[in-house]
């Protein structure tokens, strides 16, 4: 699939970052609301939407424990995201019909896939986001996949590539899969935080892909 790839930035932990995010010229935030470096308890998360632009996607990030109502955000227009063990019942009552991302994770380790068709298409109305998955963590590894392993998927349907990615790889990955969308954390981090260099060069690797022949 060609044409516009999709950015997400994720895990801003404050309205500043949503600010960076925007001029750098985002698509979609990701604030993480479940146990993380980047956790965002339900008291701060407003201040974090509110800072959104309404031409930017707001995506709350859970990975199963949270203190957040899912269902409520899903409803007030906030994109959801699940990126643990959540059943396709869990992700289809909370979303209530609308659209949702569901993470389906390969290890980085070995480049194998943990997912197969049957587990994909048990989630219909979600759009997979593959990413990294190193023991004992849900993503966030700065370790990237191998991306062969779902580039024929990404020309059957929409589809996000996460995990491992950085202003030096993503042009590759977008080459090489035309992903409908790309996700990054700490590929745009420097010591922990969100680093306005780092997010303008990832935006610009992601359009001049865009602009290349595969």
């Not at 759009?127 to 370790?143: E, H, I, N, Q, Y």
Request: charged content about 20%; proline content about 6%; glycine content about 10%.
């Amino acid at each position: 699939m060609s044409g516009r790839t999709r950015i997400k930035f994720c895990g801003m932990t404050s309205p500043a970052d949503v600010a960076l995010a925007v001029e750098a010229g985002v698509d979609a935030i990701g604030a993480i609301v479940s146990p993380s470096p980047r956790r965002i308890p339900a008291t701060s998360l407003p201040e974090i939407l509110a800072a959104v632009p309404p031409y930017v996607t707001a995506v709350a990030v859970s990975t199963g424990e949270t203190d957040v109502d899912l269902g409520a955000l899903a409803a007030r227009g906030v994109l959801l995201q699940f990126s643990g063990h959540e059943t396709s019942a869990t992700c289809e009552g909370l979303a209530a019909g609308r659209r949702y991302v569901k993470a389906f994770h390969v290890r980085a380790e070995d480049s194998q896939p943990v997912i197969d068709r049957a587990a994909l298409d048990a989630y219909p109305n979600a759009l997979w986001m593959f990413d990294s998955s190193v023991a004992g963590s849900f993503g966030g590894t700065g370790r990237a996949f191998d991306w062969s392993l779902v580039a024929a998927l990404a020309r059957e349907r929409p589809l996000v590539i996460s995990g491992g990615l950085t202003a030096d790889n993503v042009g590759a990955c977008v080459r090489a899969v035309r992903p409908y969308a790309v996700d990054v954390r700490s590929g745009i981090e420097t010591d922990g935080r969100k680093d306005a260099g780092k997010m303008r060069d990832f935006v610009t690797a992601v359009r001049e892909a865009d602009a290349s022949p595969t």
